[in-house]
């Protein structure tokens, strides 16, 4: 079955850096988009799509310019690189994995998803 794993969380300083990353396994990797969201108390919000050899990424308004998807599809793993952390990106980071364009992830409820890694900033 398709499992998605996600590593990487924690609890950092504001203005620090993670990286979370996500190893799939039960699927052929390259054929899928890959991307995060993030749940916070009350909501839900896309953060960041890859497309199949990661050519075209897109990232939320919330995080552009600070975020960065990236794919390894050798090692079946996506990564999101975050920066300059705020104490509201403060949320559980969900992998996925579907197969509906990228661009389209921002209303998007993609076919697998991982268990979710928490991410905590403070301020």
């Known amino acids: 079955q398709v499992q998605l794993v996600e590593s990487g969380g924690g609890l950092v300083q504001a203005g620090g850096s993670l990286r979370l990353s996500c190893a799939a396994s039960?699927?052929?990797?390259?054929?899928?988009?890959m991307g995060w969201f993030r749940q916070a108390p009350g909501k839900r919000e896309f953060v960041a799509s890859a497309s199949w050899a990661a050519f075209n990424t897109y990232h939320a308004d919330a995080v552009k310019g600070r975020f960065t998807i990236s794919r390894d599809n050798a090692k079946n793993t996506v990564y999101l690189q975050m920066n300059s952390l705020k104490p509201e990106d403060t949320a559980v980071y969900y992998c996925?994995?579907?197969?509906?364009?990228?661009?389209?992830?921002?209303?998007?409820?993609?076919?697998?998803w991982g268990q979710g890694t928490q991410v905590t900033v403070s301020s």
């Open positions: 996925a994995a579907g197969l509906r364009s990228p661009e389209l992830w921002n209303s998007y409820n993609p076919d697998y």
């Open positions: 039960g699927l052929t990797f390259s054929n899928f988009a």
